[in-house]
């Protein structure tokens, strides 16, 4: 099964700043088949990123992804304050789908 | 409007058999693969399984492989998760989620707990 390992463990940033998260798969991603997630305390995870670059349906364009075969990245451009949050990587093209083990963005 | 719609929260006595569901409406529900997720307390994400309602064909994560049963109604467009004999280390939030490209819906969760 392929394992997604995410860095950082945890990114502590400020409101308008950057953030770039890391999804790195032990080996290849089949057609760039990966998702990026948000998950709030208390709250299922909310699709962001599709395909590794395509924004889900009524998705902030500060989101981006981007990447290719074993090397992912999630970009926040600006930062506001709802985004803080937990972040997952998973693909799903290789069966058994599998999960990152997240990304805690805090202020 | 997609919506999936889970059974309520559970505690149950280790060795005791459950079932939890998700009613899906607001698609076509033999259309999509459906999925289930676990989220152990303060923990990630883990993907447990995976079924095409259309023919009930099911992929299980070789970590739950033989662990819980996945299934689906098509006349009620319902998917279930299903336990035999629970563990307390089956405690957790659980959800469903519709694949399209991604889990592109949730279900808004399932707690199971399970205590002596």
């Known amino acids: 099964e392929i394992v997604l390992t995410q860095s950082p463990g945890t990114l502590s940033l400020s409101p308008g700043e950057r953030a770039t998260l890391s999804c790195r798969a032990s080996?290849?991603?089949?057609?760039?088949?990966l998702a990026w997630y948000q998950q709030k305390p208390g709250q299922p995870p909310r699709l962001l990123i599709y395909?590794?670059?395509s924004r889900a349906t009524g998705i902030p364009d500060r989101f981006s992804g981007g990447g290719s075969g074993t090397d992912f990245t999630l970009t926040i451009s600006r930062l506001e304050p709802e985004d803080f949050a937990v972040f997952y990587c998973q693909q799903y093209g290789n069966s058994p789908w599998t999960f990152g083990q997240g990304t805690k963005v805090e202020v | 409007e997609v919506q999936l719609v889970q059974s309520g929260a559970e505690v149950k006595k280790p060795g005791e058999s459950l079932r939890i569901s998700c009613k899906a409406s607001?698609?076509?529900?033999?259309?999509?693969?459906i999925g289930w997720v676990r989220q152990m307390p303060g923990k990630g994400l883990e993907w447990m399984g995976i079924?095409?309602?259309?023919?009930?064909?099911?992929v299980y994560s070789p970590s739950f492989q033989g662990q819980v049963t996945i299934s689906a109604d098509k006349s009620i467009s319902t998917a279930y998760l299903q336990w035999s004999s629970l563990r307390a280390s089956d405690t957790a939030m659980y959800y469903c989620?519709?694949?399209?490209?991604?889990?592109?819906?949730w279900g808004q969760g399932t707690l199971v707990t399970v205590s002596s």
């Open positions: 080996q290849s991603v089949r057609s760039r088949y």
């Open positions: 079924i095409y309602p259309s023919d009930s064909h099911t």
């Open positions: 607001g698609y076509t529900f033999t259309n999509s693969w």
């Open positions: 395909d590794a670059s």
């Open positions: 989620a519709k694949s399209s490209s991604g889990y592109d819906s």
